[in-house]
């Protein structure tokens, strides 16, 4: 009898504690913040792997494979401009996968890169254009949100605190 109440209170506990990051992953929708005077999007693609290349001139560039082991996650924010103004466009992205079997999602410093996470920034702004490996910061899933800090890579970078939550 002892045992069935322990059991029982088990799957009760761990059914309060909110779903997995596959289950999250599987919504549509999550809020999300964004920086101001702009929009933000969120891209979720099960069953895709993300490959990071270099090209000759040592910047990284990612292409997204069907797999069934990992998902891909594409948040980006652009920055309102005016039409009539020929490239003032700006945007920022950050993309990374996470393993389809994986249950928890914590990683800091150098351990990111086992996300394959990428800064991009797309803009008319020598120098500063392309996708940057992140080295360092943080991405963990608790509580039905998933949350990233991006150090400073680039000058004037809006992306460092971003905020996934899953109802």
Do not use: H, W
């Amino acid at each position: 009898m002892k045992k069935a109440a322990i059991l029982s209170l088990i799957l009760l506990l761990s059914a309060c504690a909110g779903q997995n990051l596959q289950q999250a992953l599987k919504q549509n929708n999550p809020e999300r913040t964004c920086p101001e005077n702009g929009s933000c999007t969120v891209e979720i693609l099960q069953n895709t792997t993300l490959v990071v290349k270099d090209d000759v001139a040592g910047k990284f560039y990612y292409k997204t494979e069907t797999s069934p082991d990992f998902t891909v996650i594409r948040y980006k924010y652009t920055k309102d401009t005016n039409p009539a103004l020929a490239d003032a466009g700006y945007t920022e992205e950050v993309v990374f996968e996470v393993d389809n079997n994986s249950k928890i999602l914590s990683y800091s410093g150098s351990t990111i890169q086992k996300t394959k996470m990428l800064f991009g920034v797309m803009c008319f702004c020598k120098g500063k254009a392309g996708f940057y490996k992140v080295e360092s910061g943080s991405i963990s899933y608790k509580d039905n949100k998933l949350q990233i800090t991006v150090p400073d890579i680039v000058e004037g970078q809006k992306l460092k605190d971003i905020t996934l939550s899953f109802k």
